[in-house]
């Protein structure tokens, strides 16, 4: 019931920025937050950033002063400004968004986009 579209990956060298987009649509009342999780093969998946209906944030250690979660004004769609790219941030960057109705939660998941990070 709820689409999460990824657009935005893509090569860059490092240093470079690069900026992801997350369009979220269908039942989207009961969002209580959205965020950027990545992966790379073979290791869990880790949260980069996420933000509340709200508009707290929340940031990983390592993305701390490069990576900049942020919405638009309807709050359907998220962004992650990622700046000073590094080689070890190449992974595969999914969209979240986290669901709760009464006492039942679900995690939604976009199809992903690929960022690499070359020397």
């Known amino acids: 019931q709820v689409r999460l579209v990824e657009s935005g990956g893509g090569s860059v060298q490092a240093g470079g920025s690069l900026t992801l987009s997350c369009a979220a649509s269908?039942?989207?009342?009961?969002?209580?937050?959205m965020g950027w999780y990545r992966q790379v093969p073979g290791t869990q998946r880790e949260m980069v950033a996420t933000?509340?209906?709200?508009?707290?944030?929340n940031t990983a250690e390592f993305a701390k002063g490069r990576f900049t979660i942020s919405r638009d004004n309807a709050k359907t769609t998220i962004f992650l400004q990622m700046n000073d790219l590094k080689p070890e941030d190449t992974a595969v960057y999914y969209c979240?968004?986290?669901?709760?109705?009464?006492?039942?939660?679900?995690?939604?998941w976009g199809q992903g986009t690929q960022v690499t990070v070359s020397a």
């Open positions: 269908g039942n989207l009342r009961d969002v209580r937050s």
């Open positions: 933000i509340t209906t709200g508009g707290s944030t």
């Open positions: 979240n968004a986290y669901v709760t109705v009464m006492h039942d939660d679900h995690n939604w």
